[in-house]
């Protein structure tokens, strides 16, 4: 196998991880109908993850480090944001923006329904 296969597998399989996680935290965290701003998500992966993930795999997306500041703006869950949006069968995203500050919230689609 050759080395970029191999290294499109492992992010694969890191997504997968994160994406997982992010649907424990949620169904745990929530009851139907609830919706978790994406500044709490991040922190309970970081509180409970943090240990469990080699923390090169997961920075893209549990820091803004590889984010442009315009697109970060401060917000260190950007990446874990992006992730989320290629999952719209699991996870239903809504921002809401009041002046400059945009606050963004994710919910199961299960818990939704």
């Known amino acids: 196998m050759d080395h970029e296969a191999d290294n499109s597998q492992q992010i694969q399989k890191e997504e997968k ?3 997982s996680a992010v649907a424990t935290v949620l169904s745990d965290l929530c009851g139907p109908g609830e919706w978790m701003a994406m500044s709490k998500l ?3 992966l970081l ?3 943090s ?6 795999r997961i920075r893209k997306f549990l820091t803004s480090d590889d984010w442009p500041a315009t697109e970060s703006k401060g917000r260190p869950w950007v990446g874990l944001l992006e ?3 290629k ?13 400059r500050i945009t606050a963004a919230f994710v ?7």
């Open 47 to 49: 509180e409970h993850y």
């Open 17 to 19: 991880d994160v994406v």
């Open 83 to 85: 992730l989320l949006r």
């Open 87 to 99: 999952y719209p069968e699991h996870f239903v995203i809504n921002t809401k923006s009041k002046g």
């Open 51 to 56: 240990g469990v993930w080699h923390q090169n």
């Open 107 to 113: 919910s199961l689609v299960s818990l939704l329904s």
């Open 42 to 44: 991040h922190s309970e």
